[in-house]
């Protein structure tokens, strides 16, 4: 598996328009926003009046506050959590590595081919102690004046760089550079995104299960900006073993984001509240909710 489209993971998709360069950057901005847009479709599909009206998580610096409180008039109030679920435990390392190293080339060389050229390498090809300044000099001097670069697929050995890289050049296609990586084999995507989310829900679960206690509703909202390694078919199953292994008792519906912060795009689910209230608010070949059960786990 190399890159993956979100348009292979998303039918139905939110597009949260930026208001400057920084807004989705900006962590706390984009987790509210997250949220907000959970409320929104929640009041759509529910014909509810649920309000954002406090962030309990920035008031309360000593406890495990949740991080919005929703309310509506004569309603019971909502405590909405957020969490980011790596796919496996090293990835925001491996990320930011990849970025620092590969990621900036795709802006640098936007423009620098008359056709379209992706780069991929291993998905741990950045290692501690390899000099990764040298490594996106000698990567984008290659590509610029080595080696005329063959139609279709090829793997290349580019001297001075610790790792083969892969390249695939299309005539047909408008015009573009990107840059990606490949799966280690040795990784077990599938396993690892289990274990991650079964620790998101059971952390979770604990944190909101004082307002639970004291009578509201709870909303966990995952998000995912993995578009590389994962899908929202990916992310569906591993939820629904996640949630068997540990068996939450304090969350009334759990939520899923699927972000590209970089583009501004918020793809959001809702992956567990009532049968009625999933049809509404996800795509129909989405087949999530208790109802598809059985074809989930037999697939």
Not at 184 to 211: F, G, I, P, T
Not at 258 to 274: F, R
Request: hydrophobic residues 40%.
């Amino acid at each position: 598996m190399c890159l993956r489209s979100v348009a292979q993971a998303v039918l139905e998709s939110i597009s949260a328009q930026c208001q400057n360069e920084d807004s989705m950057s900006n962590s706390r901005a984009h987790q509210n926003s997250i949220l907000q847009l959970v409320i929104d479709r929640y009041n759509v599909a529910s014909d509810t009046r649920f309000v954002i009206t406090r962030h309990p998580d920035e008031e309360e610096r000593n406890g495990r506050a949740c991080d919005a409180y929703a309310e509506a008039s004569g309603g019971t109030s909502i405590a909405l959590e957020h969490t980011l679920v790596q796919t496996y435990a090293a990835q925001k390392k491996t990320d930011a590595e990849f970025t620092r190293v590969i990621g900036v080339l795709e802006a640098e060389l936007k423009d620098q081919f008359p056709f379209r050229l992706t780069l991929t390498v291993p998905q741990f090809a950045i290692q501690k102690g390899q000099s990764w300044k040298k490594i996106t000099q000698v990567i984008k001097a290659w590509l610029l004046r080595g080696p005329a670069i063959p139609p279709g697929r090829s793997e290349v050995n580019m001297p001075g760089v610790p790792f083969r890289v892969r390249l695939w050049r299309d005539n047909i296609l408008a015009p573009k550079f990107s840059v990606g990586r490949w799966e280690d084999s040795s990784l077990d995507v599938e396993k690892e995104l289990v274990k991650m989310m079964a620790a998101a829900l059971a952390d979770k679960d604990e944190q909101l299960a004082q307002y639970k206690q004291a009578g509201d509703l709870t909303f966990l909202l995952l998000e995912s900006d993995d578009i590389v390694f994962t899908n929202r078919v990916d992310l569906y199953r591993a939820f629904l073993e996640a949630w068997d292994r540990c068996a939450p008792t304090f969350i009334d519906q759990v939520w899923l984001a699927m972000t590209i912060p970089q583009e501004c795009v918020i793809e959001t689910y809702c992956l567990h509240a009532d049968q009625d209230l999933l049809d509404k608010v996800n795509p129909e070949n989405a087949r999530f909710g208790p109802r598809y059960r059985e074809e989930w786990m037999a697939s």
